[in-house]
């Protein structure tokens, strides 16, 4: 896949002073950035986080998910080790984009859980693509990672695009009354890692 660089800039945030870096893809003509702090060698593992795109999570701090915290979170960790990647993925509603998220919602707040509401509108359970993490990943000459994720799919695709997946860091955050079934069905029907108690 290919994916072009376009800009990189100082990203002052309450956690530490961040870069962010720009790529386009131009098949899709979707942006999609890198937050990055420090300096990397090729040998030593980074400590990445890889996040797919939650509007409503993200920026509107919804509490029917768990995407804010675990964001935040992620830029927490990077700057307390003060190393590492976030590579924030445009795929909002994993992958099914947010109007379709919404109705998904709509779905959902009529009893269907977040796999069969995406189902019932045509889509995958779980459409994220993870290819555009290798041209950005590679931008920075990454070859192996701390992944920061409960999702054991996501480390099979980054090892999958023969990166080196020394650890998965558990990142469980943001777990309230709302979102309690979410996170239920995400560890029964996605694979997610449940959280320990």
Known sequence: ??????????????????TIHGFEDP??????VALAMG????DEPVLCRVHSECLTGDALFSLRCDCGPQLRYAMQQIATE????ILY????????????K?????????????VEANEQLGFLADGRQYAICK??????GVKQLRLLTNNPRKVLALEELNYVVTE????????NSHNENYLAVKAKKLGHMPRLE
């Open 1 to 18: 896949m290919q994916v072009n660089f376009v800009a990189g800039a100082a990203l002052p945030t309450e956690w530490g002073d961040f």
């Open 27 to 32: 098949s899709t003509g979707k942006e999609h």
């Open 39 to 42: 300096e990397f060698t090729g």
């Open 82 to 85: 003060g190393k590492g990647i």
């Open 89 to 100: 993925l445009r795929q909002e509603g994993r992958g099914i984009g947010l109007l379709n």
């Open 102 to 114: 919404i109705r998904a919602y709509a779905l959902q707040d009529k009893g269907a859980d977040t």
């Open 135 to 140: 041209p950005m990943l590679d931008h920075f």
């Open 168 to 175: 998965r860091v558990p990142i469980h955050t943001g777990y």
